[in-house]
């Protein structure tokens, strides 16, 4: 049960458009449309950002979207805005009827 | 509105045990899966434990195999874990979430998190 793999950070500039890779296996995030993304502003609850690889739940800004190829998802925020600074995290059921996490994203917006 | 509110964090010692709850509200709980994840302070998301709606079905991961148990009380609207034989490294915060679907992960509320921690 390997952690899927994200860059440990990444950055940009108000208004730019960042993305953000979640790499996994051909048991996990190549297996099932069932990857999902999290903000979280520590201290806070975690917040769902993106579920079915490119589903934006009721109240989510646009500007943020989602998309998979093969064994690697992806999370694109447009527009950067400093309130988007926050860890981001990728999630994905297994075959082994588990759900692995990504390691996580650090998002600094400059 | 939707909410979880974990309690029976605190200061164990290891090889001891600990309950925690997580109290839904706004919503039918006995209809959802729910999922407890665990953040070490300062390092990432981590899966630990799953049961689906009816409480029949359980799904752990490898590092709580034996040791943790997820169950709920569907009249009580819910969620416990219990921990026992804590080591250390179970040092963390402990969330409750809601899956949004089944119980494939998609983690669509959250608690605010309760802090265990073992030390001697």
């Known amino acids: 049960q390997s952690a899927l793999t994200q860059p440990a950070s990444v950055s940009g500039s108000p208004g730019q458009s960042i993305t953000i890779s979640c790499s996994g296996t051909?048991?996990?995030?190549?297996?099932?449309?069932?990857v999902s993304w999290y903000q979280h502003h520590p201290g806070k609850a975690p917040k769902l950002m993106i579920y079915?690889?490119?589903n934006r739940p009721s109240g989510v800004s646009n500007r943020f979207s989602g998309s998979k190829s093969g064994n690697t998802a992806s999370l694109t925020i447009s527009g950067l805005q400093a309130e988007d600074e926050a860890d981001y995290y990728c999630?994905?059921?297994?075959?082994?009827?588990?759900?692995?996490f990504g390691g996580g994203t650090k998002l600094t917006v400059l | 509105e939707v909410q979880l509110v974990e309690s029976g964090g605190g200061l164990v010692q290891p090889g001891g045990s600990l309950r925690l709850s997580c109290a839904a509200s706004?919503?039918?709980?006995?209809?959802?899966?729910m999922h407890w994840v665990r953040q070490v302070p300062g390092e990432g998301l981590v899966w630990v434990l799953a049961?689906?709606?009816?409480?029949?079905?359980?799904r752990y991961a490898d590092s709580v195999k034996g040791r943790f148990t997820i169950s709920r009380d569907n009249a009580k609207n819910t969620l416990y874990l219990q921990m026992n034989s804590l080591r250390a490294d179970d040092t963390a915060i402990y969330y409750c979430?809601?899956?949004?679907?089944?119980?494939?992960?998609?983690?669509?509320?959250w608690g605010q998190g309760s802090l265990v921690t073992v030390s001697s």
């Open positions: 979430a809601r899956d949004r679907t089944g119980c494939y992960g998609l983690c669509d509320y």
């Open positions: 706004g919503f039918t709980f006995s209809s959802y899966c």
């Open positions: 049961i689906n709606s009816d409480g029949t079905t359980t």
């Open positions: 051909s048991s996990d995030v190549g297996a099932y449309n069932s």
């Open positions: 079915d690889v490119s």
């Open positions: 999630n994905s059921y297994s075959t082994s009827y588990t759900v692995i």
